[in-house]
């Protein structure tokens, strides 16, 4: 049973491009939830979203959007990147009405030079 | 804000010794609790969680206890493994949504 699955592994990207960051939730799963997690510090939510609705927001700015796909995987989107962008994004599913337990992909090291 | 957070950054535990990581978290309408391990380049796993209508909870190896009282709760890891060594992070949910997490805990266990 394969796990929460992220893509790419790691990226560069320099200021002001966009990024696009992918996530396949766990077999089973319906929810999908992107938290960013900057050096030595506690992943920060981001979004959630189920039914392919944004169904919660964290305090982040509208260049952070994302998108879930009938399957259930998801995208995360960033634009016009800053340096403070820089940061592993990790992505968390959870089973149909159990959204309190989470389960995380292994991250995508996002790099803004 | 509500936030959760740690009162220790750092521990080390010779191996075979038991470790205890502390978390407070100040927010009294959490229901719902969850420690996770992250090692190195990799995202956090579940260890254990628990409910607010508990106090204690135990896994393999590992204990979760939860003091409302003073909203303090704490994970109990016997006989440490290098295995163990990792960054410990207590997470929170209330509304059923979103984990808020503390900054987090780095355990070292020394063979």
């Known amino acids: 049973d394969a796990g929460v699955t992220q893509s790419p592994t790691h990226l560069i990207k320099t200021r002001g491009q966009q990024v696009t960051l992918r996530c396949s939730p766990k077999s089973g799963h319906d929810t999908v939830s992107w938290y960013q997690q900057a050096l030595g510090q506690g992943p920060q939510f981001i979004f959630q979203y189920y039914e392919e609705e944004e169904r919660q927001r964290g305090n982040f700015p509208d260049r952070f959007s994302g998108h879930q796909f009938p399957n259930y995987s998801s995208e995360l989107n960033v634009n016009a990147l800053l340096l403070g962008d820089s940061a592993l994004y990790l992505c968390?599913?959870?089973?149909?009405?159990?959204?309190?337990?989470?389960?995380f992909g292994p991250g995508t090291r996002l790099t803004v030079l | 804000g509500e936030s959760v957070g740690l009162h220790l950054p750092t521990l080390s535990v010779q191996e075979g010794d038991n470790s205890i990581i502390n978390c407070a978290y100040s927010n009294s309408a959490s229901d719902y609790f969850i420690w996770y391990k992250q090692e190195s380049g990799k995202g956090p796993q579940f260890i254990i969680d628990?409910?607010?209508?508990?106090d204690k909870r135990q896994g393999q190896r590992v204990t979760v206890l939860l003091n409302k009282t003073v909203k303090h709760l704490s994970l109990q890891i016997a006989a440490t493994q290098p295995g163990d060594s990792a960054v410990y992070f207590c997470a929170e949910n209330w509304g059923n949504e979103k984990l808020t997490f503390g900054t987090g805990t780095r355990l070292t266990i020394i063979p």
């Open positions: 628990i409910r607010s209508n508990m």
């Open positions: 968390a599913s959870s089973q149909p009405l159990r959204t309190d337990t989470q389960y």
